[in-house]
């Protein structure tokens, strides 16, 4: 009998072990905990990509200003109901995750996105700046643009998603002044946005890129210049 009793309780206390480590067991929106919750009176780019996702979805129809207000709230309660959520009204972690935006653990490390993520909300994202930054470039330089976002989310120096990358403050002058969200992609910056998420950069691994005919920070002359496509620079 004493032998059974420490199988027994041997067994048990296995069964328990593994169940600490089962991938199952992490509570549900644990990913989610690093970004902000939102609420009725919050403002800025977490708001904008909510109001985005949910237009894309057909729960919002007003404009994306990044103004948390009563057509958003609207909007954010609808989808909880439709997905069986609590319905508050507040983006917290297990509407962050239901949204496709939960961010990495912090406790889990650096993890790169993968290039070749072929979700349709992220090819309309990247093909949205594409378009705000370079539309009417070349097929290449339109790529390029894309590759080089895309090279960011794998250097330790910028976010490591998408959606962070493009967000990031004052980043992207079409993020910053809003064209991304009033100008339409083309069917070529979709195209060139799919080719950069396959892999193709024709910058070969720039992370910056530049309009010489603009003002910019004279600092950004000093990176290691790559190649010139179109009216753009770009650079290590």
């Not at 199988?7 to 199952?24: K, M, Q, R």
């Amino acid at each position: 009998m004493a032998r059974v009793a420490l199988w027994l309780i041997a067994l048990t206390l296995a069964v328990s072990l593994c169940g600490l480590a089962d991938p199952a067991s992490i509570p549900e929106g644990v990913e989610a905990q690093a970004r902000s919750t939102l609420y009725w009176g919050s403002g800025g780019y977490d708001v904008r990509l909510v109001q985005w996702k949910l237009q894309s979805w057909g729960y919002y129809r007003g404009s994306i200003d990044g103004v948390f207000g009563t057509e958003t709230s609207r909007a954010v309660r609808n989808f909880q109901a439709r997905n069986g959520l609590p319905v508050d009204g507040l983006v917290g972690p297990r509407t962050w995750v239901a949204l496709g935006f939960a961010a990495v653990t912090p406790t889990a490390g650096r993890q790169v996105a993968s290039r070749g993520v072929a979700r349709s909300d992220n090819i309309d994202l990247l093909a949205r700046v594409i378009a705000g930054e370079a539309e009417g470039e070349p097929y290449s330089g339109q790529v390029a643009v894309g590759a080089t976002i895309l090279n960011r989310i794998a250097n330790p120096r910028f976010p490591n998603t998408l959606s962070g990358v493009i967000f990031q403050p004052n980043a992207f002058e079409s993020v910053s002044n809003g064209l991304i969200w009033r100008r339409a992609p083309s069917a070529t910056a979709y195209r060139a946005a799919r080719d950069a998420i396959n892999g193709y950069d024709p910058t070969y691994g720039a992370i910056f890129f530049w309009n010489p005919s603009k003002p910019v920070n004279p600092w950004i002359w000093s990176r290691s210049i790559i190649v010139w496509i179109g009216r753009h620079v770009f650079a290590r």
